[in-house]
């Protein structure tokens, strides 16, 4: 089934974080506080389990996923994956997203399971200070991504929160173990993703989500889904089966 993005944001209106600057913080600390205590519980059979991305199993994805707090916890460690990205992928040929995740799972290749755990725990909350500090010149800067316009405000404050989030989905599912949710963290993300995804496809809806981290939303009188929370963003990720109004892709 194609998936795709609507209501692409320009270069002269690109897509802007509609997060509260102190949630926005909030949500990223706390969400870089569960990954590691997720990875903290991994059995050795756990970290080999493969994951809903193709090609990667846990041990793999969890590379990527403290490729992103690095990247995010100073702007030289930003820079120096921003130019090993762009460089490998002019010498691929490939999509820069792509190009950066390959780069981040190598880089992070050779430490022990316990290292890496120990780097989330240490770099998360700089990285949480960096995203929530960065400087207006900089958040107002413009980038192409997945076929629009983003602002890097929009990156630190939405989608480098989102990331994580479905990724301890994928682990969760992959390993067995219960994903934790919240209403006060989890049902913020999902909110979120519910208003913009309502925002992308522009018709009436009603949504009922359940789970700890699920809510009713509705606008007119339009196509009723009723799921659970987490599957409702696997679904807008393009990980999950959809139809109809589930079609219109979201970014994590």
């Known amino acids: 089934m ?3 993005i609507h209501a692409h944001a320009t270069k002269k209106d690109p897509r802007q974080s509609q997060l509260d600057r102190d949630v926005a913080g909030r ?6 506080e569960r990954v590691a205590e997720l990875l903290a ?3 050795p059979a756990q970290w080999a389990a ?4 193709p090609g990667w199993d846990v041990r793999a994805m969890a590379g990527h996923m403290l490729g992103m707090v690095q990247m995010a916890s100073a702007m030289p460690r930003l820079m120096r994956q921003q130019l ?3 460089r490998r992928a002019k010498r691929d040929g490939g999509e820069l997203i792509d190009a950066l995740t390959a780069w981040q799972v190598e880089h992070n290749a050779d430490l022990t399971t316990s290292q890496l755990v120990d780097q989330v725990r240490t770099l998360g909350p700089r990285a949480a200070r960096f995203r929530s500090r960065a400087p207006g010149f900089l958040r107002s800067q413009t980038m192409p991504q997945q076929g629009e316009w983003w602002t890097v405000g929009y990156m630190l404050d939405t989608i480098l929160t989102r990331d994580p989030f479905l990724h301890r989905v994928d682990i969760s599912r992959a390993t067995g173990i219960p994903m934790v949710a919240t209403a006060d963290h989890e ?3 999902v909110a979120d993703v519910v208003a913009e ?3 992308r496809h522009g018709r009436a809806y009603a949504v009922e989500l359940t789970g700890p981290a699920g809510g009713t ?12 929370a987490l599957e409702f963003c696997r679904a807008l990720s393009g990980r999950a089966p959809a139809t109809g109004l589930l079609t219109t892709q979201v970014p994590f």
């Open 2 to 4: 194609t998936m795709q």
């Open 27 to 32: 949500l990223a600390l706390t969400e870089y």
């Open 50 to 53: 493969p994951t809903d991305c």
């Open 217 to 228: 939303w509705s606008e007119g009188a339009g196509e009723r889904i009723e799921m659970g």
């Open 84 to 86: 090993a990205a762009n």
């Open 197 to 199: 995804w309502a925002g």
């Open 41 to 43: 519980e991994l059995t």
């Open 187 to 189: 049902g913020l993300i």
